[in-house]
């Protein structure tokens, strides 16, 4: 399918308002943006910029379907989730291939992409019947104590352009059984997707009589992310990104005691013990460090492994990577689509420019290719692991090997960065697969043992830890972020008698 009926069939064809609330509000905008398929640099389509006048009329609408919705039952905002994961269903193919070529996922990813969305829209619909607080004990008599959770009113959600849509699902689908409306500002480089989206969304939403709960703002000027940090009438701000704006949005938020949710960078490694099961990691490393081109937050950038393996593990590595198909994301022999725009080519130029200068040995690739679509090679280095470049997040599909003796000195490594999302270890050896996950471990928020560092399931809660930000979304109990706790305490007896003990009696 061409892009332009692929467009018409999403509906995408039509102008749109570069922000949207309630399903069809059309507001002025300021001037546009373009998107363009990294593929080949095409320009999709132009894009209405959100104004800073526009923004105003998303949060007030917002604000007001917050009111509304805290209104309604759980269970019944669950429905509403339900019936927008059906048409996410029914339109499955098209999102997918929308996903591939507005940011270069190849076709199994961007199928994987939605398909995420769907899980988590199980998972929230499931949730939606089981909101609970604890019943404790109270020490008074005829009192009870319990702690019951409310929602927040308005929550803000920055995504990515990695994930276009499966990371505004984790956050809004969760935000929206618990009972708050969400604005969405995406990704500059994914708006397509980005609206497709909105739009199933806020028609589900006015279908069920309630218009204006899902908010958009399509802009590529950092003035309206500022703003969303800034605004007090944002109780909560979901912010996925670098770790550099990550902690600007962090200290913004704070500052109005606001809360904020981040999920930043990722300097992801696989640990590879002596007694690994090669037939394993080849194919794990393969998809962590190559899959989505290198770029997830949850991507393998570095591959620590014992010096008894690191040369065999090398050799079959480069192997693999010349075996890599790197072309149209479309075509289903492809493996390695672009990097996202000329900006992240640059990047990944610079990276490998830079890991050469320290003294850094490329086992495979190291190049970019020319003609129109922004492709490198994946990419295989010798590093050590102090080198500036190597703390970094490049997001591209570079890999720096380096060997280790004892598995102490393994896990120093893999904790010796800034960043703490993603690890994994490949071992048959039950003590050494216990240390990874020991507390004295890996001090990320994910740790795997004898499966890659990317592609986490939605069932556990996901995020990081250090200038990862400390968030956590998705699955287990990442619901409890969207909502405010309350203690209550009921006294239904005739006495009032004081916790501790305190006697506070006017003496007759
Ligand atoms: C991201 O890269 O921001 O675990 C999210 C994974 C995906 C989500 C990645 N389920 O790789």
């Known amino acids: 399918m061409d892009s332009r009926r692929l467009l018409a069939e999403l509906r995408l064809d039509r102008a749109n308002p570069g922000a949207a609330f309630g399903d069809a509000v059309e507001v002025p905008g300021a001037g546009h943006f373009s998107t363009e398929n990294p593929a080949d640099g095409a320009v999709l389509a132009e894009i209405g910029r959100a104004s800073v006048y526009d923004y105003d009329h998303v949060i007030a609408a917002a604000t007001a379907a917050a009111a509304r919705l805290r209104a309604v039952p759980a ?23 929308l996903v591939s070529l507005e940011v270069g996922k190849i076709r199994s990813e961007g199928a994987g992409e939605i398909q995420e969305m769907m899980d988590i829209a199980d998972f929230a619909v499931g949730l939606a019947r089981q909101f609970g607080g604890r019943t404790l ?8 104590l319990y702690e019951q959770w409310h929602p927040l009113g308005v929550a803000g959600v920055i995504t990515a352009f990695n994930f276009p849509a499966a990371v505004w699902a984790w956050n809004a689908f969760i935000a929206v059984v618990c009972g708050n409306a969400v604005v969405w500002k995406p990704s500059p480089k994914a708006p397509l997707v980005a609206l497709a989206v909105h739009r199933i969304a806020a028609a589900e939403a006015a279908a069920a009589g309630l218009p204006g709960i899902f908010g958009l703002l399509l802009s590529d000027e950092p003035v309206l992310g500022q703003r969303m940090a800034a605004d007090a009438r944002i109780a909560l701000l979901s912010f996925t990104g670098s770790s550099a704006v990550g902690r600007t949005v962090a200290q913004t ?13 990722g300097n992801n490694a696989v640990i590879v013990a002596p007694d690994a099961d090669l037939a394993l990691v080849t194919p794990a490393v393969l998809f962590g460090a190559v899959g989505t081109a290198g770029q997830r937050c949850t ?53 490998v420019g830079q890991v050469c200068a320290s003294g850094g ?40 090997a380096m060997p280790y003796r004892e598995l102490d000195e393994a896990i120093t490594i893999n904790n010796a960065v800034e960043q703490g999302l993603s690890s994994s270890i490949f071992t048959r050896d039950i003590a050494s697969a216990e240390a990874f996950v020991a507390a004295a471990g890996s001090d990320c928020g994910i740790a795997n ?7 986490a399931e939605i069932g556990a809660a996901f995020g990081g830890e250090k200038a990862t930000g400390g968030g956590r979304e998705a699955g287990s109990d990442a619901w409890k972020a969207y909502m405010r706790r309350q203690a209550v305490t009921i006294n239904w007896g005739r006495e009032l008698p004081l916790a501790q003990g305190v006697q506070f009696d006017i003496q007759p």
């Open 75 to 97: 269970p019944v905002r669950g429905e509403l989730v339900r019936r927008i994961a059906m048409r996410l269903r029914e339109r499955k193919e098209l999102l997918a291939t």
């Open 137 to 144: 004990a109270s020490e008074r008599p005829s009192h009870r």
């Open 253 to 265: 938020v704070a500052a109005r005691f606001g809360r904020s949710l981040l999920e930043c960078s």
């Open 299 to 351: 991507s393998t950038r570095r591959l620590i492994v014992h010096e008894s393996l690191f040369e065999p593990l090398l050799a079959r590595l480069g192997h693999a990577y010349a075996r890599v198909r790197i072309g149209d994301p479309l075509d289903p022999a492809t493996l390695l689509g672009p990097l996202i725009d000329a900006h992240a080519r640059d990047l990944y130029r610079s990276a």
């Open 361 to 400: 040995e490329i086992v495979f690739g190291g190049r970019h290719l020319d003609g129109p679509g922004y492709f490198v090679q994946p990419t295989l280095v010798r590093a050590r692991p102090e080198w500036p470049v190597v703390q970094r997040e490049t997001f591209a599909p570079i890999l720096y």
């Open 449 to 455: 043992v004898n499966c890659g560092t990317s592609g």
